[in-house]
């Protein structure tokens, strides 16, 4: 069982920074796309970045390009968020996700291909 704590959410000032961190138990996490989702409150679930099961590809919403960071260390089995200049706009609940796959440069966008999801971590970004 797959499980993908996710951690590092708050209540942060517009201009601020938060590091998000999802530590999945999963023995193969190098066999997995990892990817983050976000969800604002009365709003669907929308896709925030992604990195393939090496790093070797990443991709990200528009909304976030430029301000937003992710990686991965494959030997701590742990995928981050960096997220700077926050806005107002970026308060939501931030969901990891894993999507195994054989390819080290395949990362889906569609969170229909996601094999599994974490909790969730809410970040709060104040005006």
């Known amino acids: 069982h797959v499980q993908l704590p996710a951690s590092g959410g708050g209540l942060v000032q517009a201009g601020g920074s938060l590091r998000l961190s999802c530590a999945a138990s999963v023995h193969t996490f190098s066999s997995f796309a990892m990817g983050w989702f976000r969800q604002a409150p009365g709003k669907e679930r929308d896709f925030v970045t992604v990195?393939?099961?090496?790093?070797?590809?990443?991709y990200y919403a528009d909304s976030v390009k430029g301000r937003f960071t992710i990686s991965r260390d494959n030997a701590k089995n742990t995928v981050y968020l960096q997220m700077n200049r926050l806005k107002p706009e970026d308060t939501a609940v931030y969901y990891c996700a894993a999507d195994r796959t054989v390819s080290n440069f395949y990362a889906s966008l569609s969170s229909y291909e996601y094999d599994y999801w974490g909790q969730g971590t809410l970040v709060t970004v104040s005006s």
């Open positions: 990195i393939s099961r090496n790093g070797a590809s990443t």
